[in-house]
């Protein structure tokens, strides 16, 4: 079938190329024909997240330019996890690890195609390591990785004081021998991963050289950073989950929305399919008017449709609008504008007791701090309930303006809003 013989160089302007075996003899492959490449994800959690979103998305444009792809979810190796820095993995038991699998891969099977020419195949490790033999795997993967080598790893280096099993230290022979299974059974040529997976991807790469004689690549996407070096993919309530029962489409759409201006450019280049024009066009605008947020916008509707879809997106947008005064808050999901208001910030009251009156739900919320200062914004014009101006400080409100029949949303003055669970 026919390729794109400008992946690699979209590729490079996206900045999705970190590391590189050798990137002339790829080049040379991936313009000859589909080449058949795989990426893998272990599942160490029930759900995806940011930095794997990275590697799924990946995948979609070597697909899309024509090639071959197998989505490898590590039903062995999430058994042990790769090791970490800070210490020795907790490790989960089968039933976990088969559940979360199940999971990991219904999340990954949406980005990619399995009909056509260059169709996906998913793939778990599982199926060719548990059967195999202690003495089959230290003579025919062992015996192929010098001790010296694997202790040189930055991550293994870094844990020596600390300690670390030999059941982590041998983490990669596992993924080497992924990528070996792959290239045998199946012609796979292509691995890539995240940077700080070079070392596994060129040890799966040399694995194949030892024991086939093989030639075969790999490439590693940066670890993406904020402005100030940190890390991305985390927020204050932990890591930025993919699956919607872990962090809501919501709080997803709203991270987007926040990023840094300097950053804008780069995660629209990694996380969007759009062309190169069109990201240029937003980073001038971010640039010229930072203020419109033309960049951040588009950012989070592109990749919040990715992964929640278009229709969920259109809801969030309509509930941002709303909770700012511009749209019918009666309008919107329960669901959808629960999660927005609990991101924002919420209080809750017992719908047996009551619905309290404005100037209460003013404190309760915190939108004032006494029930004088409650008034005093009612009878300057500033307090709304549900996006319409209160009047009068005695309104106690209606079982008929609980949206949804659980909340009420109120604000204070433009920008400042907070939202009412009745229980």
Do not use: C
């Not at 809501?248 to 926040?258: D, H, K, M, V």
């Amino acid at each position: 079938m026919s390729v794109d013989p400008h992946l690699l160089d979209d590729l490079e302007w996206r900045g999705l190329i970190a590391h590189s075996t050798d990137l002339d003899a790829l080049r040379d492959e991936l313009s000859a024909g589909s080449v058949k490449f795989y990426v893998g994800f272990d599942p160490t959690a029930p759900s995806l997240h940011m930095g794997h979103l990275v590697q799924i998305l990946t995948a979609r444009r070597l697909q899309l330019a024509g090639h071959t792809p197998y989505a490898l979810v590590g039903g062995a190796t999430g058994s042990i996890g790769d090791p970490k820095e800070s210490g020795e993995r907790v490790m989960n038991s089968l039933e976990t690890v088969a559940e979360w699998v199940q999971r990991v891969r219904a999340q990954i099977e949406p980005f990619l195609s399995f009909e056509g020419e260059n169709a996906a195949t998913m793939v778990n490790n599982y199926d060719w390591t548990a059967s195999m033999s202690v003495i089959d795997f230290l003579r025919d993967v062992g015996k192929h990785f010098p001790v010296n080598r694997m202790l040189a790893r930055e991550v293994v280096k870094s844990r020596l004081e600390s300690g670390i099993s030999f059941t982590e230290f041998s983490y990669v022979l596992l993924q080497s021998m992924d990528f070996l299974n792959l290239y045998r059974d199946h012609g796979v040529k292509l691995q890539f991963g995240g940077s700080d997976q070079w070392g596994n991807l060129t040890a799966g790469v040399e694995l194949i050289r030892r024991t086939n004689g093989g030639k075969a690549h790999a490439i590693a996407t940066p670890l993406l950073t904020k402005s100030d070096g940190t890390k991305y993919g985390k927020t204050e309530g932990g890591a930025l989950w993919l699956d919607p029962e872990l962090m809501s489409p919501y709080a997803f759409y709203q991270f987007w929305l926040n990023v840094e201006d300097e950053k804008v450019g780069e995660l629209l280049r990694v996380f969007t399919f759009l062309s190169r024009e069109e990201i240029e066009e937003l980073e001038a605008q971010t640039a010229e008017k930072p203020f419109l947020r033309a960049g951040q916008k588009t950012l989070a509707e592109q990749v919040t449709t990715l992964v929640h879809g278009a229709e969920e997106t259109e809801r969030i947008k309509a509930a941002s609008a709303a909770l700012f005064g511009g749209g019918d808050m009666h309008s919107l999901s329960a669901d959808t504008l629960g999660a927005a208001l609990r991101e924002a910030g919420s209080a809750s009251f017992a719908k047996a007791d009551g619905i309290p009156d404005i100037v209460a739900l003013l404190v309760l919320t915190g939108l004032a701090s006494s029930n004088g200062e409650a008034r005093r914004t009612i009878k300057e014009g500033g307090a709304y309930l549900n996006n319409q101006r209160v009047e009068d400080p005695e309104l106690v409100p209606a079982e008929s303006d609980l949206i949804g029949g659980s909340w009420l949303v109120l604000r204070r003055g433009k920008k400042k809003f907070a939202g009412v669970e009745a229980r």
